[in-house]
């Protein structure tokens, strides 16, 4: 029997279930930027080289964006609260391994595994929330508080990061999320409403799993080594090509497959396609400047572990801000497409502003307007996007539609942080060949990175405003109805 405090007993079940779900969203956000404040460290303590540097932040992002779909279908056919609770005890375990690692090579290991657990909670999180809240306006409330922590989340785990790492060390930035995990396996356990699988017997798409993995990991790969080996070198340009089989084999599988993990039906959809299109792009200019802005503070303009984190605090505040008390309010008067395009300019703006970055650059003239500007546009992106992302779905692909939308932002970032990476390491390299300081030439590379995150965000907008021309705002399609939503004599007993 299970024992509920008589003040929780008629609260409202969704409402401390979405704060649980909520927790572990955080939890899985914050390892995708906590490490970045560390990164020095690591690659000092741990002997990485710049370029494979990018791999203790792409192994965590890789796994995550990859096995997103293959978690979702999980999720629809197992019941999601299950797939939740495992992915969390996974991510938890990972996190251990990641804490306790001796080497590069285990800690990159460990940070695949790591994002293993968070694509399985990640997938189940949206999906949740829409079953939870299938009446419009407490949707929109729930993923209110949903866009404040994935995209704040960020934000504080460069604060957290900096925190830990400049206090203790680069290994408890991992061992913090020890009793989070805990706590999120306990409480969710007991206020998680069960959601029924359809069943194993629907059939899992294995080979899809693997293939969508693949070919992102190939990718990813292909670009780091092109710094090294050049962009249309044979090595370089074989991989490509390995790629390109990979996500042909991936279409031909879903097209023939009995229940293929990501059925190309929803494809028929511009709205969902455009929404995911414009994520991808906007993570590249997101993560991209999260990974190059910490190596810039810190290599560039000699900023500590803390004075980093605490550097991008003003961004967090104002994704807070806005996420909870203005986004809501201008999607309902101007719809989803006005806000998105407007949020994309100005953290195309910021971007913009960021490629001027100099070796004598101040926080006050560099550094401040740019975390400004980007958290005012982040706090207005997800919201809307993810909205639009799961638009027009039928109930059965909720998990699905889901994993999707998280997808395009995680295949975005990890794609982008390998990109932006090896070019400006190439450019810094190319700078140092021509006679310029070991700082020009790192600032010269770092400029080089936020040009293209800024154009790849500016690529976004053009998507936002040419595809989605017609959408004022969208509606994710009725869920099946969730269990009574106040606790009562059956939850005291389950």
């Known amino acids: 029997m299970r024992v509920i405090p008589a003040a929780l007993r008629t609260i409202d079940r969704r409402w401390l279930a979405l704060v649980i779900l909520c927790v572990g969203q955080l939890m899985i956000v914050l390892d995708a930027t906590v490490v970045n404040v560390a990164l020095p460290e690591i690659q000092s303590s741990l002997g990485f080289s710049q370029a494979s540097l990018a791999w203790v932040v792409n192994g965590y992002l890789i796994t995550f964006g990859g096995l997103l779909l293959l978690a979702g279908r999980l999720g629809d056919l197992l019941g999601r609260r299950r797939v939740f609770l495992t992915g969390v005890a996974l991510f938890t375990a990972a996190s251990l391994l990641c804490g306790i690692a001796p080497s590069g090579a285990l800690l990159v290991a460990a940070r695949f595994v790591q994002g293993i657990g968070a694509a399985t909670v990640a997938s189940m999180v949206l999906a949740l929330i829409v079953t939870l809240f299938p009446l419009p306006r407490d949707t929109a409330k729930a993923m209110s508080i949903y866009a404040f922590v994935a995209s704040a989340g960020g934000s504080i785990g460069l604060l957290v990061g900096g925190l830990i790492t400049q206090a203790v060390s680069w290994h408890w930035i991992f061992f913090i999320n020890l009793p989070i995990g ?3 396996l306990v409480l969710g356990s007991a206020f998680i409403p069960r959601t029924a699988g359809r069943g194993l017997h629907h059939g899992v798409d294995a080979l899809g799993g693997v293939l969508v993995t693949a070919a992102p990991s190939l990718a990813v790969y292909a670009i780091l080594q092109a710094g090294e080996s050049g962009w249309v070198s044979l090595r370089t340009l074989g991989l490509v090509g390995a790629v390109v089989a990979l996500a042909v084999a991936f279409v031909v599988r879903e097209s ?12 028929a959809s511009r709205t969902l396609v455009a929404a995911n299109l414009m994520r991808a792009l906007f993570g590249v200019g997101l993560f991209g400047t999260f990974f190059l802005g910490v190596l810039y503070m810190q290599h560039v303009l000699g900023y500590g572990s803390l004075q980093t984190g605490l550097a991008f605090l003003p961004q967090t505040v104002i994704v807070a801000v806005v996420s909870l008390f203005v986004t809501r309010r201008l999607v309902q008067r101007f719809g989803n497409r006005t806000v ?3 949020a994309l300019g100005l953290v195309a703006f910021g ?14 003239s560099t550094i401040l307007p740019v975390t400004l500007l980007i958290g005012t546009g982040g706090g207005l992106i997800f919201a809307p996007s993810a909205t639009l992302a799961m638009s027009g779905v039928a109930p059965g692909d909720v998990g699905l539609a889901s994993g999707l939308a998280n997808v395009a932002l995680q295949f975005g970032a990890a794609s982008g942080v390998a990109v932006l990476a090896a070019l400006s390491s190439s450019r810094s390299a190319s700078l140092v060949a021509g006679g310029a300081s070991p ?9 080089l990175g936020f040009v293209v995150a800024a154009g790849c965000v500016v690529a976004a907008l053009v998507v936002t405003a040419v595809l989605l021309r017609n959408v004022r705002g969208a509606a994710v399609a009725p869920a099946p109805a969730p269990r009574p939503a106040v606790l009562g004599a059956e939850d005291l007993a389950a």
């Open 439 to 447: 700082l020009f030439a790192l600032t010269g590379g770092y400029q």
């Open 182 to 184: 805990a706590v999120v």
């Open 256 to 267: 023939t497959a009995r229940a293929p993990l990501m059925p190309l039906h929803v494809f």
């Open 340 to 342: 998105i395009v407007a």
């Open 351 to 364: 971007l913009t502003l960021f490629s001027r970055a100099s070796v004598g650059g101040s926080y006050v």
